[in-house]
């Protein structure tokens, strides 16, 4: 089956600076690359998501790069705010529904 | 519009003990998804029902028995709860249509003393 690894687990910037999560898989059937966002005591919710078929996609300060070859795909955040503190979560599946996740990354941004 | 509702929120239970976690979504959802959450670990797949009235087993499926009662009701139940069950729960939900996003409930916390 699929192997998600993510790296770090854990992430401390400085407010402004930008954060980047990287997650790797083991499945080149996979085809589906979502992140979650897990603020305390809620459920992880979708913050922005990448197809096979696409290199790279953006929304406002965030942005996913997926590299096929290498089987790697990333996070970025620019503009850091504190309110991005939280856990994140990388997954991958070959069929969208379901998903294998990668570890978690607890960034902090220090005001 | 509620989402995806989780029952209990927390719960304290003794080994050996049962209890069912009860999950619920009005967004007519096809496919219905248990997860557990435990520190460096992600989230582990525990059973899934991708449609009303079927169920499979995913990852770490033992010690655990779930039930699709209709289309917006997938329930867990811990027959004889241990220790190593002290987890956060989550429940999941997904329209089946292809790639579109999962939804997940708040979570319940167990602690199996």
């Known amino acids: 089956g699929e192997n998600v690894e993510q790296h770090p687990s854990t992430l401390s910037v400085q407010e402004g600076d930008s954060a980047v999560i990287k997650c790797t898989y083991s499945d080149s059937a996979s085809n589906y690359f979502p992140w979650y966002k897990q603020e305390l005591g809620k459920g992880p919710q979708l913050i922005i998501d990448i197809r096979s078929n696409v290199g790279e996609k953006k929304d406002q300060r965030i942005a996913v790069t997926l590299n096929k070859t290498a089987k790697h795909f990333s996070l970025h955040i620019t503009e850091t705010q504190p309110e991005d503190s939280a856990v994140y979560f990388c997954?991958?599946?070959?069929?969208?529904?379901?998903?294998?996740f990668g570890e978690g990354t607890q960034l902090t941004v220090n005001p | 519009n509620a989402g995806v509702t989780q029952t209990p929120k927390f719960q304290v239970l003794k080994t050996g003990q049962s209890m069912t976690l009860q999950c619920a979504q009005d967004m007519n959802h096809n496919s219905m998804y248990w997860y557990r959450q435990d520190p460096g670990m992600g989230l582990r797949l525990i059973y899934y029902s991708a449609s009303e009235g079927t169920t499979d087993k995913g990852e770490v499926p033992n010690g655990y028995n779930v039930s699709r009662l209709n289309k917006r009701e997938f329930s867990l139940r811990l027959e004889s709860a241990a220790p190593s069950q002290t987890s956060v729960y989550f429940c999941?939900?997904?329209?089946?249509?292809?790639?579109?996003?999962?939804?997940f409930g708040n979570g319940t916390r167990l602690t199996v003393t």
């Open positions: 997954a991958a599946s070959p069929s969208g529904s379901r998903l294998t």
């Open positions: 999941a939900s997904i329209s089946g249509v292809r790639a579109s996003p999962l939804h």
